[in-house]
């Protein structure tokens, strides 16, 4: 291990050192070994094996018993991958994805993740959740070297969409989350989703979108500057970073991840849940051609959620849920509001929905055609 720490030192560069020497602080002060033991043993466990977004594991809306211990692996995997055609990034992940995978519990589920952080990695890594109390989220009792494992127990006490993100002490923290270390965990109250007026709601699928801000540094000759590893990239990306200007704002860590043929798929009729994460900057999603018809804005369901939104807003460091009927079959654009951001840095998604259309919504009266300038339009005019 200790090979491995020096290893990173030379590699990040001195600007790093202080950082990690205050994290491995951090992580002494957190003694948690004198605490009264508590007793789970009567509580059903079950293992969730995480998928890649878009996609969810498989899950029931409506928790079917007693609280369980719900219990995920997790392996940190440091890779490079293509942004952009050109534009590589030195990414560092949770499970290999960004984002990292979805999870989901009830409220008053236990979350039990064992979180592996793989010897092939440079850097130390950890695991802050916003669902979980205490322990900066879990950060200051998960921080693992490159060839250790750890496990951490939560309650998860409160309903709602949670992010989740590496947090391994003082400039490594926007770093890793900008390198790609932030997923989603979502809370469902035990009795499932409800309407403002405490109906219950149900989804027949689930999309997570997780949006990132890179900040990728280039060359003198505005070239996409690439690197051997993490630690080679740190000083240069840092410079953008302080700067505030992303290169890339993105949907599932890649321009183009959710559209073409990449395009997330439904159906006329079926409600569709969109789980949408921002671990370090705030974003606007909208639905071109469709709406929020319910919008738990700040993502948590003790608050009733909102109707008929245009678009929506994700502060930095948070997950809402939206849910969409779709009423009309076609393309849809699942965008960041922010126009540049969507169609110039990356920002955005397709939905293909498959069904009947309905001219009683929307109809085209005449399709595009030459008129006579001379004769037609004049009374368009005030
Ligand atoms: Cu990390």
């Known amino acids: 291990m200790l090979t491995r720490r020096a290893a990173l030192m030379g590699a990040a560069g001195i600007a790093a050192l202080p950082v990690l020497a205050k994290a491995a602080k951090a992580e002494e002060i957190m003694d948690t070994s004198h605490a009264a033991p508590v007793d789970l043993s009567s509580l059903k466990r079950i293992k969730r094996k995480l998928v890649r977004p878009p996609m969810v594991h498989e899950h029931e809306q409506v928790a079917p018993a007693e609280p369980r211990i719900v219990e995920f692996e997790m392996q940190i995997v440091e890779k490079e991958i293509e942004v952009d055609d050109g534009a590589h990034l030195q990414a560092m992940t949770f ?29 130390q890594h950890n695991i802050d959740f916003h669902a979980a109390t205490g322990a900066l989220g879990g950060g200051s009792l998960t921080l693992v070297n490159p060839g250790e494992k750890t496990k951490l127990r939560f309650k998860a006490t409160r309903p709602g969409t949670f992010v989740y ?3 391994p002490g003082g400039p490594m923290i926007p770093w890793h989350v900008v390198s790609g270390m932030a997923g989603c965990i979502m809370v469902l109250p035990r009795d ?16 997570y ?3 990132n801000d890179f900040y990728i540094p280039k060359d003198e000759n505005g070239d996409y500057k690439r690197f051997a590893d993490v630690g080679e990239s740190y000083p240069d990306t840092l410079e ?21 043929d990449n395009a997330l798929h439904a159906s006329q009729g079926e409600k569709v849940l969109f789980v949408h994460s921002q671990a370090n900057r705030d974003t606007r999603p909208h639905l071109i051609g469709g709406h929020g018809d319910l919008v ?8 009733p959620p909102q109707r008929d939104l245009e678009t929506w807003f994700i502060a930095g460091g948070s997950a809402g849920a939206m849910l969409y ?21 990356g920002a955005t998604a397709h939905v293909v929905v498959e069904g009947d259309w309905n001219n009683d919504l929307m109809e085209q009266v005449q399709a595009p055609v030459e008129y ?11």
């Not at 499970?95 to 592996?116: A, K, Q, R």
């Not at 009927?325 to 840095?345: K, M, W």
């Not at 006579?372 to 005030?382: C, H, V």
């Open 95 to 123: 499970n290999g994805s960004i984002p990292g995978p979805m999870m989901v519990v009830h409220e008053g589920d236990y979350v039990e993740l064992t979180l592996f952080n793989s010897p092939e990695n440079l850097m």
């Open 372 to 382: 006579d300038a001379a004769y037609e339009g004049k009374t368009a005019l005030p």
């Open 296 to 303: 738990w804005e700040r993502g948590k369901f003790n608050n």
């Open 240 to 260: 953008v970073m302080n700067g505030l200007i992303p290169s890339h704002v993105v949907f599932n860590g890649k321009v183009g991840a959710l559209t073409g």
């Open 165 to 167: 993100h590496c947090a």
């Open 192 to 207: 499932g989703l409800k309407d403002p007026e405490g109906n219950p709601v149900r989804y027949d699928r689930v999309f």
């Open 209 to 211: 979108i997780g949006e």
């Open 325 to 345: 009927e779709f009423l009309q079959p076609g393309v849809y654009a699942y965008v960041n509001h922010n126009l540049i951001e969507a169609v110039n840095l």
